[in-house]
Structure formats: structure tokens, C-alpha cells
């Protein structure tokens, strides 16, 4: 079973701090890498997708793939309390369109 | 952008009974859907690959005949929890991508099984 891992946290950080979500794979082979963003109770929303090696920058949010050291990550600047989410990392399975999910961070941004 | 949506939101039904959740994709045909199963504080979970015009593809460990998935056209999967247990209460996800577009979500179901 292939894996993708992330510190559960929780992870609380200061309105207008960054947040820095981490997230490591161990299927060589995955191509595709997303963040998806989850409220309780709701569906998972897609943030960011990134496919090659580097940053990936889309408003407040960074994405960076190091595809070497199997990891990617997610930057969220000048958080907000409504970044406060569950927050998931999803890899593709090597070679087809199934995603493997992490069991996600949870960020919490303090007023 | 691409809508994925998904319906009912949230059944309660009795223990033995069938549960029929639809999932659509409303501007973008979708060969393919997935349907997910997350139990609280666990991540996602595949449960089968929805494959439109052929058998669905289950993941290890999913009962096919228990979880029935029918997709008969490019916009519509659904998912038929057969002789539904209390165990099966859950947050079922469906989602769906087309051509060059990533995943996208439905809203998901809320099932709870007494």
C-alpha cells in the first residue's frame, strides 16, 4: 500500500502568521500532488496542484515538491481564522488517477 | 469550474435497509468517478473506481455485492449500500475529473445507520 504521511498536528499559529504543512510519499513513480482543504462535516476542496519540482504559488498559498526527497509542502501566507481547517494531502497512485490521501493536519489560526 | 454534486446529503436509515447515493458531474463529462468513504478523524478512503459503461473496480478489502455502483452515463454514478449496517455509517465522497482538470468533490453523504 502505497503512503502518503502527515503530522496530524494539531497546528495553531498566530492571524497574519505563516503556516507551514508538510507532507512525504513513498511512491516514486507519482506524478501528480494536491492539497485539498476539508471544514467538518464537508467535502474536501481542492488548493493547490503541483506537478513538478519547485514552488507553485497561487495567491496566499505556496506549494513546493521536491520529487527527490519524495516530500511536498503547502505555505500558507498571512493566515486567517478562516484558513482554520483539516487540511489533506493527496498524491497520485503511480500510473493511474487514484489518489492516496493523508490523514491530514489540522491548522487552527488564532485570532 | 467543474461541479461535482451529490445527493442526498445526509440519510438516516434503519439497519437492513438499501441506501442509494447519486453523484453527478453538471458541466463536464466524466468517464471516470470515485467514490470515497471517510470515517471521523480518518482520511479518505477508496472505495471503488467508477468506470462509465463497464464494472466498477473495487479497492482491497471493499465488498462489491455490499456496495453497489452503477455508472450508466457520463454525468451520473451511483453508489447503493445494500443491507446497510450500523458499521457502514459514514461520510461518503463522491468525486469526479475530466479531461485535464483535476479532482473535484461532491459534497458528500452523511449516512447513519440505526
Known amino acids: 500500500q502505497k503512503e502518503v504521511e502527515q503530522n496530524s498536528g494539531p497546528l495553531s499559529v498566530p492571524e497574519g502568521a505563516i503556516a507551514s504543512l508538510n507532507c512525504t510519499y513513498s511512491?516514486?513513480?507519482?506524478?501528480?500532488f494536491f492539497w485539498y482543504r476539508q471544514y467538518s462535516g464537508k467535502s474536501p476542496e481542492l488548493i493547490m496542484s503541483?506537478?513538478?519540482?519547485g514552488d507553485k504559488e497561487d495567491g496566499r498559498f505556496t506549494a513546493q515538491l521536491n520529487k527527490a526527497s519524495q516530500y511536498v509542502s503547502l505555505l500558507i501566507r498571512d493566515s486567517q481564522p478562516s484558513d482554520s481547517a483539516t487540511y489533506l494531502c493527496a498524491v497520485n497512485q503511480g500510473g493511474s488517477e487514484k489518489l492516496v490521501f493523508g490523514k491530514g493536519t489540522k491548522l487552527t489560526v488564532n485570532p | 469550474g467543474a461541479v461535482v454534486s451529490q445527493h442526498p446529503s445526509w440519510v438516516i436509515c434503519k439497519s437492513g435497509t438499501s441506501v442509494k447515493i447519486e453523484c453527478r458531474s453538471l458541466d463536464f463529462q466524466a468517464t471516470t468517478m470515485f467514490w470515497y468513504r471517510q470515517f471521523p478523524k480518518q482520511s479518505l478512503m477508496l472505495m471503488a473506481t467508477s468506470n462509465e459503461g463497464s464494472k466498477a473496480t473495487y479497492e482491497q478489502g471493499v465488498e462489491k455485492d455490499k456496495f453497489l455502483i452503477n455508472h450508466a452515463s457520463l454525468t451520473l454514478s451511483t453508489l447503493t449500500v445494500t443491507s446497510a449496517h450500523p458499521e457502514d455509517s459514514s461520510f461518503y465522497i463522491c468525486?469526479?475529473?475530466?479531461?485535464?482538470?483535476?479532482?473535484?468533490f461532491g459534497n458528500g453523504t452523511r449516512l447513519t445507520v440505526t
Open positions: 503541483i506537478y513538478s519540482n
Open positions: 468525486s469526479a475529473r475530466g479531461i485535464l482538470s483535476p479532482l473535484h
Open positions: 511512491d516514486r513513480v507519482s506524478q501528480s
